[in-house]
C-alpha cells in the first residue's frame, strides 16, 4: 500500500510555471506506475500524464504536451508535474495516482490506478 500527499498548486498568472510534487510513503516507490490527472469545476476527472514505474516511458494527454513534463526521482519517493505556459483552462484540482506494475504500459484511465492522493489544487488567472 502507498500513501500519496500532493504539493505545489496554488494561484499562478497566465503563462508562468509552477511544479507540482507527489510524495509517497512507503518502500516499494519504484515499483509504482504514476499518473497526474485533474478535475476542473463542473468536468470530469481527466487524464494529465504518467510515467512508468523506471521512468522509461511517459505518455501526456494532447492537451498537455509541449506543456507539461512529468518525471520522478525514485530515491526520493516522490513524482512531479512540471506545468509551463499555464493558461486558465488548466484551473484545476490535480491528483497523483498510482499503481503497482513493473509493466511499461502506461495506464490513462483513473480505474487503472489503485491509489490516489487528496489532490492539489492550481489557480490559474488570465
Known amino acids: 500500500q502507498v500513501q500519496l500527499v500532493e504539493s505545489g498548486g496554488r494561484l499562478v498568472q497566465a503563462g508562468g510555471s509552477l511544479r507540482l510534487s507527489c510524495a509517497a510513503s512507503?518502500?516499494?516507490?519504484?515499483?509504482?506506475?504514476m499518473g497526474w490527472f485533474r478535475q476542473a469545476p463542473g468536468k470530469e476527472r481527466e487524464f494529465v500524464a504518467a510515467i512508468s514505474w523506471n521512468g522509461g516511458r511517459t505518455y501526456y494527454a494532447d492537451s498537455v504536451k509541449g506543456r507539461f513534463t512529468i518525471s520522478r526521482d525514485n530515491a526520493k519517493n516522490t513524482v512531479y508535474l512540471q506545468i509551463n505556459s499555464l493558461k486558465p483552462e488548466d484551473t484545476a484540482v490535480y491528483y497523483c495516482a498510482a499503481e503497482q506494475t513493473l509493466s511499461e504500459y502506461i495506464g490513462t484511465r483513473g480505474h487503472e490506478y489503485r491509489y490516489w492522493g487528496q489532490g492539489t489544487q492550481v489557480t490559474v488567472s488570465s
Open positions: 512507503g518502500r516499494t516507490f519504484s515499483s509504482y506506475r
